[in-house]
């Protein structure tokens, strides 16, 4: 048996490819251009886009769930009534009450400047981040309603504009120039 393994080892020996075919196959197995290289580049893209998508989702998921949770503590906080810090129908008396916030109180909707006055304000929080809390007092019915500003941040950042009704209370959540604001009154329609 040994005589028939030496005649295989010399017959695969003695077989060798011509130096002109290897150096062609060793020059396409290197080339930028050769099908493995490409199959790797579209595999990488397709798990970079995969990873991208995925936390998309999560993003998107996690944004969905705290501003759902932001609405709420606006509905609790405007259900409290909690008594103003600063009671004065002027913002800059309020803001100037209210030193520990570096962010303007004064909403930039028009609507909010033109159809409703403002009784006072005291310090909140939104989703853990420092906030105003503003009395207002609408004029066609003296309804009050609690407007809430806070700045956009970490922690505000992921806030999308929302309109919706929890615990008898309607909360309107908008943001607006690095600001996130949530406008609280009774819901009407729930009683």
């Known amino acids: 048996m040994r005589s028939f393994e030496r005649q295989i080892r010399e017959y695969y020996l003695s077989k060798r490819l011509d130096d002109g075919c290897l150096r062609e196959l060793l020059r396409e197995t290197r080339s930028p251009d050769s099908r493995s290289w490409l ?79 403002l009784v006072g304000g005291r310090y909140c929080s939104l989703g853990g981040s420092p906030a105003a809390q503003l009395r207002l007092r ?8 609690t407007l809430y500003v806070t700045r956009l941040g970490m922690r505000t950042g992921g806030v999308h504009a929302e309109l919706t009704s929890q615990h008898g209370v309607r909360v309107e959540l908008w943001r607006e120039n690095g600001l996130v604001y949530g406008l609280a009154c009774d819901d009407r329609s729930v009683r």
């Open 39 to 117: 199959g790797r580049r579209a595999w990488s893209a397709l798990v970079a886009a995969a990873v991208i998508a995925l936390i998309g989702a999560v993003a998107s998921n996690w944004s969905v769930r705290f501003t759902r949770g932001l609405t709420t503590e606006i509905a609790i906080n405007h259900i409290k009534k909690m008594d103003m810090q600063v009671e004065t129908p002027h913002y800059e008396v309020v803001q100037a009450g209210l030193p520990r916030l570096d962010f303007p109180l004064l909403p930039t909707r028009p609507d909010l400047i033109e159809s409703y006055d």
């Open 138 to 145: 609408r004029h066609r019915d003296g309804e009050l309603v």
